[in-house]
């Protein structure tokens, strides 16, 4: 019952930008902060942003310095959705990208692969 779904990536040369979606089902998508995950080729997977649980006033996000002021995530709760805007691409950003919940252990999607030519 549990899913994510990753959608959007593709081949794209440096500089340019890509926009990815993750569709959530099977649980309370409000509940949650949710990230996205990047493993690249012969590397660990590893978080570089996230965006806080459904509650209140304003949203608390994160992102790592290695994607800060080019990759935004923003998230659709009426359609337990959550995008990643990813401009000014680099070479260095090619990986399969996955998005997932913190805090608990829910099954991993299948990714998403991004390169960037350069």
């Known amino acids: 019952e549990v899913q994510l779904v990753e959608s959007g990536g593709g081949v794209v040369n440096s500089g340019g930008s890509l926009r990815l979606s993750c569709s959530a089902s099977?649980?309370?998508?409000?509940?949650?902060?949710i990230g996205w995950f990047r493993q690249a080729p012969g590397k660990e997977r590893e978080g570089f942003v996230c965006?806080?649980?459904?509650?209140?006033?304003?949203?608390?996000?994160w992102y790592a310095d290695s994607v800060k002021g080019r990759f935004t995530i923003s998230r659709d709760n009426a359609k337990n959705t959550v995008a990643l805007q990813m401009n000014s691409l680099k070479p260095d950003d090619t990986a399969v990208y996955y998005c997932?919940?913190?805090?608990?252990?829910?099954?991993w999607g299948q990714g998403t692969q991004v390169t960037v030519s350069s």
């Open positions: 997932n919940v913190l805090s608990v252990n829910l099954p």
């Open positions: 965006s806080s649980a459904v509650g209140s006033n304003d949203k608390s996000e």
């Open positions: 099977g649980f309370a998508f409000d509940d949650y902060a």
